[in-house]
């Protein structure tokens, strides 16, 4: 059991013997605890969270791009740890600003479909919009979310409170846009 469990860390693991992934992920230089917070540096909450917490977290104006290669998922896996971290500073920087982000947050997940699995996305996708939080998924076609999300795929549109539909050459897709319409 003991030999099975070091095996299946050390496969896990192996990605961050890479230097350059090692060094990507050895400091937090990415200024997440930025996300969502005011804008205005002088703002009295900004300046209250950081007397509260004893750190120095500046304003919230900040941009990341992911950017994965589509030809090769082989470290989507970084993308996908990167999410869960925003995720999860979403929610602590809400409980920061009273509940919700001072600042709207934007996040625009082109090609989504090629991302890799992002844990608890479709729970996430629920929560985050309560947080002042829009999230934007592009896909090419409904099959796309169903194999990724075979049992909560409805779950996903659910949460979208938008869709915007430029065409396609999938019948399954085309007779959901359909049945919408109706």
Not at 129 to 142: H, M, P
């Amino acid at each position: 059991m003991m030999s099975t469990i070091i095996m299946v860390a050390t496969a896990r693991l192996a990605a961050f013997n890479i230097k350059e992934i090692a060094e990507l992920t050895d400091t937090d230089d990415m200024e997440l605890d930025r996300i969502g917070m005011p804008t205005d540096d002088n703002s009295s909450i900004l300046k209250e969270i950081n007397e509260s917490t004893g750190k120095n977290i500046k304003n919230g104006k900040i941009a990341y791009f992911i950017v994965t290669k589509p030809s090769d998922s082989t470290f989507n896996f970084l993308a996908s740890i990167f999410y869960t971290q925003v995720f999860a500073m979403i929610d602590e920087n809400a409980k920061r600003c009273g509940g919700s982000l001072a600042n709207p947050l934007e996040i625009y997940m082109d090609e989504w479909a090629q991302l890799g699995e992002i844990p608890r996305f479709v729970e996430e996708l629920a929560y985050l919009r309560g947080l002042n939080v829009g999230i934007t998924i592009g896909l090419q076609s409904l099959s796309q979310l169903k194999k990724k999300y075979k049992d909560s795929w409805e779950s996903v549109l659910d949460c979208c409170d938008t869709t915007l539909f430029l065409g396609s050459n999938s019948k399954e897709t085309l007779e959901y846009i359909v049945a919408l319409l109706r």
